[in-house]
């Protein structure tokens, strides 16, 4: 039965590209949340989402950051234009009902040079 | 504005003794608390909740304490255990769910041999 699935694992991206987080739910869970932990920090969120709607996006930044989860395929997050601040770790979660404990995946290491 | 409070960034405890992790917060409309634990290059993993309505909830060797007057909760685990070396995070919801969570900066615990 797997998990939360994120990829990539690792993500090394030059200030000013573009950065694409991947997240697949777990089986059965249409509810995804995005958090972002930064060094010495908890995780915070930012973004939720079920199929094709977004429900809170109140902890994402206002510009540059998007995300989506389409009727099929995985949860996306999407960074344009990097910059050295966005480097973060960045956690998937999933839900069945959008109230249970969340099922984190292990996350993308963005890195921005 | 840290919300959610973890004093201690670290504790080592004896393998067999009580680990004892605290959490602290300042928002009065978070109802439902939760406890994660991550292992280093692993996404967060759920442990334990508690909603305001009630000051206690046990699972096995975990058990939460909440004292809402205070605005304090706490973590113990009996007996400590070399695999629980972790670092906990404490997190927060105002929903009554463990939707959109605030996360503490977490507490790294060492049980020894």
């Known amino acids: 039965n797997a998990g939360v699935m994120q990829n990539p694992r690792h993500l090394v991206r030059r200030r000013g590209q573009e950065a694409r987080l991947r997240c697949s739910p777990m089986k059965g869970h249409s509810h995804v949340y995005w958090y972002r932990q930064l060094p010495e920090e908890g995780l915070k969120f930012m973004v939720y989402?079920?199929?094709?709607?977004?429900?809170?996006e109140s902890g994402m930044p206002k510009e540059r950051f998007s995300a989506e989860f389409p009727k099929e395929g995985p949860s996306i997050l999407r960074i344009q234009q990097v910059v050295r601040g966005d480097s973060a770790a960045y956690f998937c979660?999933?839900?069945?009902?959008?109230?249970?404990?969340?099922?984190f995946g292990n996350g993308t290491r963005l890195t921005v040079t | 504005d840290q919300q959610v409070k973890q004093n201690s960034p670290s504790l080592s405890v004896q393998e067999g003794r009580i680990s004892i992790l605290n959490c602290d917060y300042t928002?009065?409309?978070?109802?439902?608390f939760l406890w994660y634990k991550k292992y280093p290059a692993e996404g967060p993993t759920f442990l334990i909740s508690?909603?305001?309505?009630?000051d206690k909830n046990e699972d096995g060797r975990f058990t939460v304490f909440l004292n809402k007057s205070a605005k304090h909760l706490s973590l113990h685990i009996v007996p400590s255990q070399p695999g629980d070396s972790a670092v906990y995070f404490c997190a927060a919801s105002a929903t009554g769910t463990a939707s959109k969570l605030t996360f503490g900066t977490g507490t790294r615990l060492q049980v020894t041999l």
């Open positions: 989402l079920q199929k094709e709607n977004i429900i809170d």
């Open positions: 928002n009065s409309m978070f109802d439902y």
């Open positions: 979660a999933s839900s069945p009902d959008g109230t249970s404990p969340l099922h």
């Open positions: 508690i909603s305001s309505i009630k």
